[in-house]
């Protein structure tokens, strides 16, 4: 069994040339991400750069060169936008370049998180403690990466099933349970946990969604008395689900309270912390999030306002053995071994959905390391007092109208102008938004609170400067002025 | 609302100290993979490396630089060791430069595939394409990348099962369906489809393990039966998942046959291809996989045999109406618009459980476009052909045993030297392991078939050549011959 002419590899043929292209590429990304400002922050598309991605399947090799020209040409110029300083669209972070730069790394070394006696898995573990020690929970507290806080919010429902369960549900299925589990949120949650119920097969009538006070937040009265009625109509209630920072408009619900609610009715406690977990980092702000660490997990996300590139999510569990018996499954060719890269005291693998997992920690490490965690709290803080500030503006400002109160770093508020009706100012502002991203000036997204809709500006941006946010009010003003004049 | 002095950011202050730091990991990391083979497979992590992870939080600073030399002095060294020519344990890809690239440029444009409108979906859509362009499924089909086939098959489940549901699962959840719905496999299929019908709510039990003929292949006629014996009983057979091949043995169902079988019983046919659905590339073998083209939907890795770089995954459902029915969920902050970002058509978060996506299709397009396809499937007839080698020398070997029929590449075999007991054999096996991986020789797996140890090679590797098997041979009689020598 000797060398055979012509095998093949994925190598290149030509190291040096390869590496070249690679110097080209570090360049080439470093100039981009250092002339962000410069750039307007989004354009769409042109149909004839859309075209080109339609071509089929590549037999033929063009190689690493030529790919890597198509990016440049087709791919790097469109796109969402979400490096910039003035884009505070839906709920993104920037990401960095040291952060990217661990990206490369993890896939050079490419190991496969899932198990195995290898020191990323070290990184990872550390990893998690260290979002542990950002929350305050317990130090026997575990957890692991994942893809974001949709999966993170899913692994710790899927705990909560199992933990209350009276049946083995992992055998048995969630039919078997003698009395159905109910799940309680605000109506501000974010629509993923209305997925995860749905996925776990409870069906979305299993979520309760709470009334919220004129601040946005939970309703305690309104969650005992919710339970109470399940209770007394024969279900059971699971888990009860805190927003440490509401989508809608970064509303915290009262976590202390909600965990003293949880600990008296002996249900579950999560909370979904995708925005908000990390304000436990910012001195000027923490306290907003006290109570976080009670629950009995925490989804965070740290591709958010940590600002590492996507992606990157966490999800944390008080009771490391509920949350391994939701999830461990060792088939023979798994079995841990004493000694080798089959041993290891913990896998990965046995805690969440994945088996093969790459290497997202070592970005997130290098990060931490990088900046330390008290400058990202004072990140945190400083966007928070940027967004104080643009609400500040808009209250100030007739033809602006605030339109929800502002706890965290989302501002929602619109155009009104000389007023009208709640349809005519609805349409203006949806065109006024629009007209916002095709000017490449900023972008904010939207959201509908009462029926009005208005524009959304989430400020976790690493690059948000005052004078951003001046740029936003005049951009706004001289639109919607120009919209109201329209007929 | 003017710049504020003292705002931070977590750019660097020094671009072109960054830039340089840039370059360094560049080489650094081109050295590594072109060094690969040079080096021990795996070693283990000595605990005085171990002893550095347990550092906690970092508050203040210590650079990039600082940072960087960390991961050179404490990460690098210790790696799984799947990148190395000798490595064939479990079943992995190696990954390449140009792949690991990909990363590092899809973390610094770093957008979020849940949706809008920017070219890096249509980059994702292109890509998910090509995929169901070498499957060979027609047209219509839809799909998603994902982390990995465990993602991808409990993506293709729940679609099945909201697609047979009678009634609206996703409101009313599993409880509500008037018979409990069954989904069938042989009992080679691969552990993460159990780990998906039991988070699906439906328990395990629902899941029948079909039994297989001596090829590990399952038996079409107990599956007709078990099919018929559920109806009679009240139950409702959902879907049925063929394995194109299976983890332990490369086994490949007859899919053909099990198309036709769901096409008779109105069943969903769902094929997890995570090891060989790419196999449909190869011109030597894609016979083997016929059928799978007559799936609903499929699950492949493109991590694995493609070696694309951690996290990489696929799946593909022809209807893409059902599969969007089962996730779709679009809260008012993401209502689409006629234009500007929040536009676009179809949003990838539609399709799957997670909102934000990272940019994984850029490491695919790159690597697609710079190898083109046709090598991707001559390096699988490579792997294949070594497998059939290695096969060929197993069985040629008096001292060596092959426990199950190679038909793709996963070799599983022992060391019986005169022969013992299966207690013998099997301790003496697993010992032989552990000191394969201590060596740092070869890394191969092991599983059990029947009863007995296997020491199991998958040779899912662009960079083995045929002297790295004859290496793993001397290695295994070695070792082998000195374990039999001791009491």
């Known amino acids: ?156 429902m899927a705990v909560a099933r199992n933990h209350a369960a009276t049946v083995d549900v992992r055998a048995a299925g969630v039919a078997s349970l003698p009395r159905p589990l109910v799940f309680y949120a605000s109506t501000e949650v974010h629509s993923c946990l209305q997925k995860a119920i749905e996925l776990l097969g409870h069906g979305s009538r299993a979520f309760r969604r709470v009334a919220v006070d004129d601040s946005y937040r939970i309703d305690p009265e309104v969650l005992t008395r919710a339970i109470a009625a399940d209770r007394e109509a024969g279900a059971q209630p699971c888990a009860v689900i805190g927003n440490a920072g509401t989508i809608n408009t970064g509303a915290v619900d009262d976590l202390a309270k909600l965990a003293a609610i949880c600990h008296r009715e002996k249900l579950w406690f999560h909370v979904d912390g995708a925005i908000g977990a990390v304000v436990a980092l910012a001195p000027n702000h923490r306290q907003l999030v006290q109570g976080i660490e009670l629950a009995d997990s925490v989804a965070l996300d740290l591709h958010k306002w940590l600002h590492i590139p996507f992606e990157a999510g966490c999800v944390l569990v008080r009771d490391r053995k509920a949350h391994r018996a939701t999830f461990s499954l060792t088939p023979d060719y798994l079995k841990h071994a004493q000694r080798g890269l089959a041993s290891g005291a913990d896998w990965f693998s046995d805690y969440g959905l994945q088996l093969t997992r790459g290497f997202r920690a070592l970005k997130v490490w290098l990060s931490f390391k990088e900046h330390g965690l008290d400058k990202y709290g004072r990140l945190i803080d400083q966007n928070i007092a940027q967004a104080m500030r643009l609400a500040e503006f808009v209250r100030a400002e007739p033809e602006l109208e605030l339109l929800a109160p502002v706890s965290l770093n989302i501002v929602c508020f619109r155009y009104r102008g000389a007023g009208g009706s709640q349809a005519q100012l609805n349409a203006l502002n949806e065109e006024l938004l629009i007209r916002l991203h095709e000017s490449g000036v900023a972008v904010p997204s939207y959201t509908t609170l009462g029926g009005n809709y208005c524009l959304r500006a989430a400020i976790a941006n690493h690059r948000t400067r005052g004078a951003d946010l001046s740029l936003l009010i005049d951009a706004v003003l001289r639109g919607g002025r120009e919209l109201a004049r329209q007929p």
Chains 1, 2 share one sequence.
């Open 1 to 156: 069994m000797n060398e055979t002419p012509g095998e093949e590899t994925l190598d290149p043929e030509d190291w040096p040339q390869l590496r070249a292209l690679a110097h080209r590429a570090v360049d080439d990304a470093l100039d981009y991400l250092q002339q962000t400002r410069e750039r307007a922050v989004w354009r769409p598309t042109p149909p004839e750069v859309v075209a080109h991605f339609h071509a089929p399947l590549p037999h033929a090799p063009q190689g690493a060169a030529a790919a890597y020209q198509d990016f440049r040409d087709w791919v790097m110029p469109w796109q969402m936008g979400n490096t910039h300083p003035r884009f505070w669209g839906w709920y993104m972070g920037n990401g960095t370049a040291f952060g990217a730069l661990g990206d490369f790394l993890a896939a050079t070394v490419n190991p496969n998180m899932g198990g195995g006696n290898h020191v990323a898995n070290e990184v990872e573990t550390q990893v998690v403690d260290w979002c542990r020690q950002i929350v305050g929970m317990p130090p026997e507290t575990g957890g692991l990466l994942v893809s974001g806080a949709s999966m993170a919010n899913f692994v710790a």
